[in-house]
Antibody, heavy 119, light 107 residues
Framework: LQLQESGPGLVKPSETLSLTCTLS??????????WGWIRQSPGKELDWIAS???????YYNPSLKSRVTISVDTSRNHFSLKLSSLTAADTAVYYC????????????WGQGTLVTVSS | EFVLTQSPGTLSLSPGERATLSCRAT???????SAWYQQKPGQAPRLLIY???TRAAGVPDRFSGSGSGTDFTLTITRLEPDDFAVYYC????????FGQGTKVEIK
């Protein structure tokens, strides 16, 4: 299984970021897994953003919940993230990853995509 | 507020030495959900250990995990040059949470 993030590398403050994670070599409709987004600001630790099950059940980081929407498209074998009201503090590498439903660990991860919020 | 604290922040060791990394939580957690990741510069994190002590596929047996309650440990028995990286612990308490990382650097 491989995951690949896609989306803009540069977005303006106050705008909405849209990212997509596309799977290859596996199905997003796996009953044993969830799918998640994690970000990492430059030089900082990992920060979980949100997770989703193929059925559409969603889970959000409370600190970001008001600005985040995660969705899944099983026909396209991908899931997506929208983050609104962007500020410079949202500048980070955004990773998508598979979340194991039993161990609640993330594996594998996409390579990550750097998103810079700047005017 | 649930917080994970990793120590030390930086570990300076030589190849062949033993590394012991700590992850402490502010509240008791399930050992079923304790994980460790390795991250090298410019790369995504790589899962090393899940469920406290189970090595992920392809992870060498010099990596081991242990712990329970609020204290969890990652041990690397004999450091190899490829092991110098940043290591993150992850726990779960209603949502996933990562520690701030321990950098293992060459002395």
């Amino acid at each position: 299984l491989q995951l690949q993030e896609s989306g803009p590398g540069l977005v303006k403050p106050s705008e909405t970021l849209s990212l997509t994670c596309t799977l290859s070599g596996g199905s997003i409709s796996s009953s044993d897994h969830y799918w998640g987004w994690i970000r990492q600001s430059p030089g900082k630790e990992l920060d979980w953003i949100a997770s989703i099950y193929y059925s559409g059940s969603t889970y959000y980081n409370p600190s970001l919940k008001s600005r985040v929407t995660i969705s899944v498209d099983t026909s396209r074998n991908h899931f997506s993230l929208k983050l609104s009201s962007l500020t410079a503090a949202d500048t980070a590498v955004y990773y998508c990853a598979r979340l194991d439903g039993s161990s609640l660990s993330f594996d594998p991860w996409g390579q990550g995509t750097l998103v810079t919020v700047s005017s | 507020e649930f917080v994970l604290t990793q120590s030390p922040g930086t570990l300076s060791l030589s190849p062949g030495e033993r590394a012991t990394l700590s992850c402490r939580a502010t509240q008791t957690l399930s050992s079923s959900f304790s994980a460790w990741y390795q991250q090298k510069p410019g790369q995504a994190p790589r899962l090393l250990i899940y469920s406290t002590s189970t090595r992920a596929a392809g992870v060498p047996d010099r990596f081991s995990g242990s712990g329970s309650g609020t204290d969890f440990t990652l041990t690397i028995t004999r450091l190899e040059p490829d092991d110098f990286a940043v290591y993150y612990c992850q726990q779960y308490d209603y949502s996933p949470l990562f520690g701030q990382g321990t950098k293992v650097e060459i002395k």
